[in-house]
């Protein structure tokens, strides 16, 4: 179709605008500045290994328990990789149990409930994922849904937004069914739910934080609550900006404050997937805020700092050779050009992941109740 002269200016800047949505939506940009910032106006911390800190270090059986699913049904996987590929190898991982894993039907047919990160439904239309977790899932005996938090709004507005979701579920187990999973911002909402709404833990048997931003970025540090807005331009985006916006919900001053301030919700088990790629499973169009938070540390995912995707206090699960995108969004089966291109390191056995991110939890829930 042909534009007259006017309309092709326009058409280029809302191109312009969507080019620059997707940069916006889909990284948190740093600019020159410090991104951890001196100041006295900060929460005493320190840092120790996870495995230290109450935790449990579970490595060993979630990658027997990965590996074998991988190897149960190679060439139906999706993205497929070698197991070796599809995990960081830490030097002081625990050598396998050898037990067995078991891979027939769910003994306990666990709900995952998928909590977004930022800006999800400014760019879920333009995603168009597929239900190919659930579908696998379900084929099981597990179950997953995805729920529709406001990706721009603060955690605060999501902590409720969760409540009023979960507890309109219908709920006939006897036992705790629910396995919350909250992907980078996610897993921050789901953390202020629990601790805010109590009327939601009985129903709740596992938290999982997936590359979650439990600790905040530094690269939050330098941005505008404005950079996020354009978001809202993103083709297909049905997300609106809030007054309590996301972002301060991200810097890190913020959440170890919450940190320092609320204890894990007790009779709830938590586990911690850490993201931690090789830089060259890194993809192109993330690099450049990859190289940003390398200036704090090189052990990032091009969003979060490795140590930052901790929940205190929760069971080490694992360390995954993927980037903060390839864990959660399958840009590229929708967008072979993107794949191929600026999102070249997307492909990842995703089904694979959560299949064995349930298993694990199944394993301990049924040992506690033997």
Not at 166 to 189: E, F, R
Not at 195 to 220: N, T
Not at 324 to 338: E, K
Request: glycine fraction near 8%; aromatic fraction near 6%; proline fraction near 7%.
């Amino acid at each position: 179709m042909h534009l007259p002269r006017g309309a092709r200016t326009i058409h280029r800047r809302a191109a312009c605008r969507g080019r620059a949505a997707l940069l916006a939506a889909l990284s948190l940009a740093g600019c020159a500045a410090p991104l951890q910032p001196w100041n006295t106006a900060t929460t005493p911390q320190m840092r120790v290994p996870a495995i230290q800190h109450q935790g449990q270090d579970r490595r060993a059986r979630f990658r027997e328990i990965l590996c074998a699913v991988l190897a149960a049904d190679r060439d139906g996987v999706p993205d497929y990789r070698p197991c070796d590929d599809a995990l960081t190898r830490l030097g002081d991982e625990p050598a396998a149990s050898g037990a067995p894993v078991r891979l027939g039907p769910a003994r306990r047919p666990l709900k995952a409930v998928f909590v977004p990160g930022l800006g999800w439904d400014c760019f879920a239309q333009w995603l168009n994922a597929q239900d190919s977790i659930p579908a696998h899932l379900r084929a099981i005996g597990y179950d997953m849904q995805t729920l529709a938090i406001e990706g721009l709004a603060g955690s605060a507005h999501n902590a409720r937004r969760i409540r009023d979701l979960i507890i309109a579920m219908p709920h006939a187990a006897t036992t705790p069914d629910l396995v919350l999973i909250g992907y980078s911002k996610g897993a921050v909402d789901t953390l202020e739910a629990l601790a805010e709404y109590p009327e939601l833990r009985p129903r709740i048997a596992a938290v999982v934080s997936v590359a979650g931003a439990v600790g905040g970025s530094p690269l939050a540090n330098t941005m505008r609550e404005a950079q996020l807005d354009l978001m809202r331009y993103f083709p297909g985006a049905t997300c609106r900006n809030y007054p309590d916006g996301a972002l301060a919900d991200l810097r890190p001053d913020a959440r170890q404050a919450w940190l320092a301030s609320h204890a894990l919700v007790p009779g709830v088990r938590y586990y911690s997937l850490i993201t931690y790629p090789e830089p060259a499973r890194i993809s192109g169009l993330l690099q450049g805020s990859y190289r940003k938070l390398a200036r704090v540390d090189a052990r990032n995912d091009s969003q979060l700092i490795f140590y930052d995707q901790f929940i205190p206090g929760s069971a080490l699960m694992a360390y995954l050779n993927a980037d903060h995108w390839a864990v959660a969004l399958p840009i590229a089966r929708g967008h072979a050009l993107a794949g191929a291109t600026l999102i070249e390191q997307n492909a990842y056995p995703r089904e694979a992941l959560y299949e064995s991110v349930l298993r694990l939890i199944e394993e301990d829930l049924l040992l506690d109740t033997e």
